[in-house]
């Protein structure tokens, strides 16, 4: 079935690059999407791509899929401290209902 | 300002009663989700809606029920029959379901504790 893979736990210092990598096994899938929570709150929409894409940019924030090994990778630039949380990678399933098929999430620590 | 509400944010019953999480939308989304969150297990779906009056088990239905009577507003029942109920409950929205983009909106959760 499908299924959504992320690494558990990643800690970077403040300032550096954080790389959060998430692979999938649904080739259909259409649209990937990262998604951020912070501590007892909800999740929030950070970026997403279209699976044509190869990268997609947005200010500290950026996607690379590969589609060939269906590998889907979120890099964070100058890492701050605000940036601790819990990233989600979800794929948009196959099927007319589409659902979200989540990975287990990857919990960021940012040391000063 | 739209957005989704659920209430309360921290719940605490005590083992073997019903308890019903509210969850309240005002983006005119047709479809909207109930999922749970325990530690280390990501997002589970418990159900879903696409459409007013139509609602669908997601993958850990066992135990909790739903109803969907008004497009706004999807409130989940946990039952006593549930046998691990304590946990993080996130509701959500998305324009339509069955769109290849689907985002979800999310709500601030509520945490249920079962004494």
């Known amino acids: 079935g499908e299924d959504v893979e992320q690494s558990l736990f990643l800690s970077v210092r403040e300032g550096d690059s954080s790389v959060i990598n998430c692979t999938y096994t649904d080739s259909s899938s259409t649209y990937l999407y990262w998604y951020k929570q912070e501590p007892g709150a909800g999740l929030q929409l950070l970026t997403y791509?279209?699976?044509n894409m190869d990268m997609k940019q947005d200010q500290r924030l950026t996607v690379l899929l590969n589609k060939k090994d269906k590998h889907l990778s979120l890099r964070i630039a100058d890492t701050q401290t605000g940036d601790s949380a819990i990233y989600f990678c979800?794929?948009?399933?196959?099927?007319?209902?589409?659902?979200?098929?989540w990975g287990l999430g990857t919990s960021l620590a940012v040391n000063p | 300002d739209g957005g989704i509400t659920q209430s309360p944010k921290y719940l605490f019953r005590k083992e073997g009663q019903n308890v019903t999480l509210s969850c309240e939308q005002n983006?005119?989304?047709?479809?909207m989700y109930w999922y749970r969150q325990d530690p280390g297990q990501g997002l589970r779906l418990i159900y879903y809606s696409q459409i007013v009056n139509d609602f669908q088990k997601g993958d850990i239905a066992e135990g909790y029920s739903v109803s969907r009577e008004k497009k706004e507003s999807f409130p989940l029942t946990v039952t006593s029959a549930q046998k691990n109920p304590t946990a993080f409950y996130l509701c959500?929205?998305?324009?339509?379901?069955?769109?290849?983009?689907?985002?979800?909106?999310f709500g601030p959760g509520t945490r249920l504790t079962v004494l």
């Open positions: 979800a794929e948009s399933g196959a099927g007319n209902n589409r659902k979200l098929i």
């Open positions: 959500a929205s998305s324009i339509q379901a069955g769109r290849s983009y689907n985002e979800q909106f």
């Open positions: 983006l005119n989304h047709d479809a």
């Open positions: 791509i279209f699976s």
